[in-house]
Protein backbone atom coordinates (compact mmCIF):
# COMPACT_ATOMS: atom_id res chain seq x y z
CA UNK A 1 0.00 0.00 0.00
CA UNK A 2 1.27 3.23 -0.81
CA UNK A 3 2.35 5.65 1.88
CA UNK A 4 -0.44 8.27 2.21
CA UNK A 5 0.43 11.77 3.64
CA UNK A 6 -1.03 12.59 7.31
CA UNK A 7 -3.33 15.30 5.68
CA UNK A 8 -5.28 12.72 3.92
CA UNK A 9 -5.60 10.48 7.44
CA UNK A 10 -6.52 13.42 9.58
CA UNK A 11 -9.01 14.67 6.82
CA UNK A 12 -10.65 11.55 6.20
CA UNK A 13 -11.22 10.60 10.06
CA UNK A 14 -12.32 14.01 10.62
CA UNK A 15 -14.63 13.66 7.95
CA UNK A 16 -16.16 10.30 9.27
CA UNK A 17 -16.28 12.08 12.89
CA UNK A 18 -13.84 9.51 14.39
CA UNK A 19 -10.07 9.63 15.57
CA UNK A 20 -6.68 8.85 14.09
CA UNK A 21 -3.66 7.75 16.22
CA UNK A 22 -0.81 8.88 15.72
CA UNK A 23 2.28 6.84 17.69
CA UNK A 24 5.74 7.95 18.50
CA UNK A 25 8.32 6.10 17.33
CA UNK A 26 11.89 5.60 19.35
CA UNK A 27 13.29 2.34 17.65
CA UNK A 28 12.82 0.68 14.42
CA UNK A 29 10.65 -2.45 16.79
CA UNK A 30 8.35 0.57 17.82
CA UNK A 31 7.29 1.70 14.46
CA UNK A 32 7.07 -2.92 13.66
CA UNK A 33 4.83 -2.79 16.64
CA UNK A 34 2.84 0.00 15.50
CA UNK A 35 2.55 -1.19 11.83
CA UNK A 36 1.25 -4.54 13.10
CA UNK A 37 -0.93 -3.51 16.16
CA UNK A 38 -2.71 -1.40 12.80
CA UNK A 39 -2.68 -4.28 10.87
CA UNK A 40 -4.51 -6.49 13.23
CA UNK A 41 -6.90 -3.83 13.97
CA UNK A 42 -7.74 -3.04 10.12
CA UNK A 43 -7.15 1.14 10.72
CA UNK A 44 -4.93 3.38 9.26
CA UNK A 45 -2.42 4.77 11.22
CA UNK A 46 0.21 7.93 12.26
CA UNK A 47 4.08 7.14 12.68
CA UNK A 48 5.98 9.86 14.46
CA UNK A 49 9.31 10.88 14.96
CA UNK A 50 9.95 13.59 18.09
CA UNK A 51 12.84 15.95 17.93
CA UNK A 52 14.12 14.42 20.80
CA UNK A 53 14.16 10.93 19.40
CA UNK A 54 16.31 12.76 16.04
CA UNK A 55 18.67 13.42 19.10
CA UNK A 56 18.20 10.15 20.11
CA UNK A 57 19.64 9.21 16.41
CA UNK A 58 22.57 11.22 16.98
CA UNK A 59 21.03 14.18 15.12
CA UNK A 60 20.10 12.29 11.92
CA UNK A 61 16.59 12.38 10.59
CA UNK A 62 17.33 10.23 7.07
CA UNK A 63 18.41 6.62 8.41
CA UNK A 64 15.44 6.64 10.85
CA UNK A 65 12.73 8.50 8.57
CA UNK A 66 13.98 5.82 5.33
CA UNK A 67 13.20 2.74 7.71
CA UNK A 68 9.71 4.49 8.32
CA UNK A 69 8.77 4.89 4.57
CA UNK A 70 9.68 1.48 3.91
CA UNK A 71 7.72 -0.07 6.25
CA UNK A 72 4.75 2.41 5.83
CA UNK A 73 5.12 1.23 1.65
CA UNK A 74 4.69 -2.44 2.62
CA UNK A 75 1.77 -1.95 5.48
CA UNK A 76 -1.37 -3.44 4.52
CA UNK A 77 -3.20 -0.44 6.00
CA UNK A 78 -2.83 3.23 5.04
CA UNK A 79 0.41 4.49 7.34
CA UNK A 80 1.78 8.35 7.21
CA UNK A 81 4.17 10.09 8.87
CA UNK A 82 4.72 13.05 11.04
CA UNK A 83 7.42 14.73 12.31
CA UNK A 84 6.36 15.43 15.82
CA UNK A 85 7.39 18.56 18.38
CA UNK A 86 9.75 20.18 15.79
CA UNK A 87 11.39 23.41 17.39
CA UNK A 88 14.67 23.50 15.17
CA UNK A 89 14.50 25.13 11.78
CA UNK A 90 16.72 22.38 10.38
CA UNK A 91 14.36 20.13 11.19
CA UNK A 92 11.57 22.16 9.48
CA UNK A 93 13.77 22.76 6.41
CA UNK A 94 14.75 18.82 6.06
CA UNK A 95 11.41 17.36 6.95
CA UNK A 96 9.61 16.90 3.14
CA UNK A 97 13.39 15.56 2.05
CA UNK A 98 13.29 13.11 4.61
CA UNK A 99 10.04 11.78 3.74
CA UNK A 100 7.58 13.58 6.11
CA UNK A 101 4.50 14.70 5.20
CA UNK A 102 3.89 16.75 8.42
CA UNK A 103 5.20 18.57 10.91
CA UNK A 104 3.97 20.04 14.08
CA UNK A 105 5.49 23.53 14.41
CA UNK A 106 6.50 23.27 18.41
CA UNK A 107 6.59 27.00 18.91
CA UNK A 108 3.55 26.57 21.83
CA UNK A 109 6.58 27.67 24.62
CA UNK A 110 6.89 31.05 23.33
CA UNK A 111 4.15 34.42 23.94
CA UNK A 112 0.88 34.39 21.70
CA UNK A 113 2.24 36.45 19.23
CA UNK A 114 6.09 35.19 18.59
CA UNK A 115 4.14 31.49 18.77
CA UNK A 116 1.53 33.42 15.70
CA UNK A 117 4.12 34.91 13.89
CA UNK A 118 6.80 32.28 13.97
CA UNK A 119 4.42 29.24 13.27
CA UNK A 120 3.23 31.50 10.41
CA UNK A 121 6.60 31.84 8.56
CA UNK A 122 7.60 28.32 8.89
CA UNK A 123 3.72 27.41 8.05
CA UNK A 124 4.23 29.42 4.47
CA UNK A 125 7.88 27.56 4.05
CA UNK A 126 6.74 23.98 4.99
CA UNK A 127 3.20 24.67 2.42
CA UNK A 128 5.73 25.25 -0.59
CA UNK A 129 7.43 21.86 -0.09
CA UNK A 130 3.54 20.57 0.38
CA UNK A 131 3.64 19.55 3.96
CA UNK A 132 0.91 19.93 6.44
CA UNK A 133 1.44 21.84 9.40
CA UNK A 134 0.16 21.32 13.18
CA UNK A 135 0.74 23.67 15.64
CA UNK A 136 -0.14 24.35 19.25
CA UNK A 137 -1.60 26.80 21.79
CA UNK A 138 -2.20 26.56 24.86
CA UNK A 139 1.15 25.01 26.04
CA UNK A 140 0.01 20.93 26.83
CA UNK A 141 2.57 19.93 29.90
CA UNK A 142 5.00 17.41 30.68
CA UNK A 143 7.35 16.96 28.22
CA UNK A 144 10.74 16.32 29.22
CA UNK A 145 9.97 15.35 32.24
CA UNK A 146 10.33 12.20 34.11
CA UNK A 147 7.95 12.57 36.94
CA UNK A 148 4.61 12.42 35.33
CA UNK A 149 2.15 15.00 36.89
CA UNK A 150 -1.10 14.57 37.30
CA UNK A 151 -2.75 17.28 36.31
CA UNK A 152 -1.28 20.30 34.46
CA UNK A 153 -3.32 23.37 36.09
CA UNK A 154 -4.46 26.05 34.57
CA UNK A 155 -3.50 26.13 30.98
CA UNK A 156 -6.07 25.87 28.79
CA UNK A 157 -6.84 27.18 25.02
CA UNK A 158 -9.19 29.54 24.60
CA UNK A 159 -11.57 29.50 21.55
CA UNK A 160 -11.60 32.71 20.38
CA UNK A 161 -7.85 32.98 20.32
CA UNK A 162 -7.52 29.29 18.93
CA UNK A 163 -9.52 30.92 15.84
CA UNK A 164 -7.71 33.69 15.68
CA UNK A 165 -4.75 31.79 15.80
CA UNK A 166 -5.52 29.30 13.34
CA UNK A 167 -6.53 32.23 10.82
CA UNK A 168 -3.19 34.04 11.55
CA UNK A 169 -1.16 31.14 11.19
CA UNK A 170 -2.41 28.93 8.06
CA UNK A 171 -1.95 25.87 10.09
CA UNK A 172 -3.69 22.60 8.85
CA UNK A 173 -4.34 20.92 12.66
CA UNK A 174 -4.11 22.26 16.21
CA UNK A 175 -2.90 21.05 19.18
CA UNK A 176 -4.98 21.90 22.23
CA UNK A 177 -4.44 22.26 25.61
CA UNK A 178 -7.93 20.66 27.66
CA UNK A 179 -6.58 18.45 30.42
CA UNK A 180 -3.98 16.29 29.57
CA UNK A 181 -0.47 16.22 30.20
CA UNK A 182 2.75 14.22 28.04
CA UNK A 183 4.64 11.84 29.90
CA UNK A 184 1.72 10.40 32.05
CA UNK A 185 2.04 6.70 32.95
CA UNK A 186 -0.97 6.50 34.23
CA UNK A 187 -5.10 7.02 32.95
CA UNK A 188 -6.10 9.52 35.54
CA UNK A 189 -6.21 12.90 33.06
CA UNK A 190 -9.93 14.75 33.66
CA UNK A 191 -10.38 16.08 29.85
CA UNK A 192 -12.46 19.31 29.84
CA UNK A 193 -14.81 17.79 27.21
CA UNK A 194 -17.46 20.96 26.41
CA UNK A 195 -14.15 22.96 25.80
CA UNK A 196 -13.17 20.38 23.56
CA UNK A 197 -16.67 21.05 21.76
CA UNK A 198 -16.27 25.48 22.03
CA UNK A 199 -12.54 24.01 19.85
CA UNK A 200 -14.32 22.43 17.68
CA UNK A 201 -17.33 24.91 17.00
CA UNK A 202 -14.73 27.68 16.65
CA UNK A 203 -11.72 26.52 14.75
CA UNK A 204 -11.88 25.30 11.23
CA UNK A 205 -9.06 22.85 11.12
CA UNK A 206 -9.50 19.38 13.32
CA UNK A 207 -8.07 18.90 16.74
CA UNK A 208 -4.90 17.42 17.79
CA UNK A 209 -4.82 15.55 21.23
CA UNK A 210 -1.32 15.34 22.56
CA UNK A 211 -0.65 13.39 25.70
CA UNK A 212 -2.94 10.82 25.53
CA UNK A 213 -1.43 7.88 27.05
CA UNK A 214 -3.02 9.60 30.26
CA UNK A 215 -6.87 9.71 29.20
CA UNK A 216 -8.83 7.05 30.46
CA UNK A 217 -10.26 4.75 26.94
CA UNK A 218 -13.87 6.14 27.74
CA UNK A 219 -12.18 9.38 28.19
CA UNK A 220 -10.47 9.33 24.95
CA UNK A 221 -13.62 7.97 23.05
CA UNK A 222 -15.85 10.85 24.30
CA UNK A 223 -12.99 12.93 23.13
CA UNK A 224 -13.18 12.41 20.23
CA UNK A 225 -16.82 12.37 19.41
CA UNK A 226 -16.73 15.79 21.33
CA UNK A 227 -14.19 16.69 18.29
CA UNK A 228 -10.48 15.89 18.72
CA UNK A 229 -9.59 13.96 15.53
CA UNK A 230 -5.85 13.24 15.68
CA UNK A 231 -4.82 11.67 18.99
CA UNK A 232 -0.86 11.14 19.88
CA UNK A 233 0.42 8.46 22.01
CA UNK A 234 3.70 7.88 22.98
CA UNK A 235 3.92 6.92 26.39
CA UNK A 236 1.41 3.99 27.00
CA UNK A 237 3.93 2.63 24.15
CA UNK A 238 6.69 3.00 26.42
CA UNK A 239 5.23 1.59 29.23
CA UNK A 240 4.48 -1.57 27.31
CA UNK A 241 7.84 -1.55 25.42
CA UNK A 242 10.04 -1.10 28.49
CA UNK A 243 7.96 -3.70 30.74
CA UNK A 244 8.06 -6.30 27.89
CA UNK A 245 11.82 -5.98 27.77
CA UNK A 246 12.59 -5.88 31.55
CA UNK A 247 10.51 -8.98 31.69
CA UNK A 248 12.04 -11.19 29.17
CA UNK A 249 15.73 -9.79 29.09
CA UNK A 250 17.63 -12.91 30.68
CA UNK A 251 21.49 -13.42 30.52
CA UNK A 252 21.96 -14.31 27.59
CA UNK A 253 23.54 -12.19 24.94
CA UNK A 254 20.96 -11.99 22.04
CA UNK A 255 18.67 -8.78 22.08
CA UNK A 256 16.43 -10.53 19.91
CA UNK A 257 14.05 -12.46 22.37
CA UNK A 258 13.47 -9.47 24.69
CA UNK A 259 12.87 -7.00 21.48
CA UNK A 260 10.52 -9.54 20.77
CA UNK A 261 9.07 -9.22 23.52
CA UNK A 262 8.71 -5.60 23.42
CA UNK A 263 7.42 -5.55 19.83
CA UNK A 264 4.41 -7.48 20.78
CA UNK A 265 3.90 -5.93 23.64
CA UNK A 266 3.89 -2.58 21.27
CA UNK A 267 1.66 -4.47 19.05
CA UNK A 268 -0.72 -4.79 21.63
CA UNK A 269 -1.54 -1.85 22.59
CA UNK A 270 -1.70 -0.35 19.54
CA UNK A 271 -4.27 -2.96 18.17
CA UNK A 272 -6.10 -1.91 21.69
CA UNK A 273 -5.77 1.96 21.46
CA UNK A 274 -6.59 2.13 17.47
CA UNK A 275 -10.04 0.32 18.83
CA UNK A 276 -11.09 2.91 21.26
CA UNK A 277 -9.36 5.97 19.16
CA UNK A 278 -10.41 4.59 15.88
CA UNK A 279 -14.62 4.42 16.52
ZN1 LIG B 1 3.05 16.13 22.29
Not at 85 to 102: R, V
Not at 123 to 138: C, D, K
Request: include cysteine; charge should be negative; charged fraction near 15%.
Amino acid sequence: MPLVTTAELVGDAGWRGRGIAAFNVITLEHAEGIVAGAQRSGRPVILQVSENTVKFHAGQMRPLAAALTALASEAAVPVGLHLDHAETAALWHDAAMAGYSSVMVDCGWLPYEQNAATTADVTELLHAQGLAVEAELGHVGGKDTQVASAHEPGVRTDPVQAAAFVAATGVDALAVAVGSSHAMTTQTAELDLELVAALRDAVQVPLVLHGSSGVPDDTLRDAVRAGIVKVNIGTALNVAYTGALREALSAKADPRPPLNAARTAVADTVAHLLDVVGG
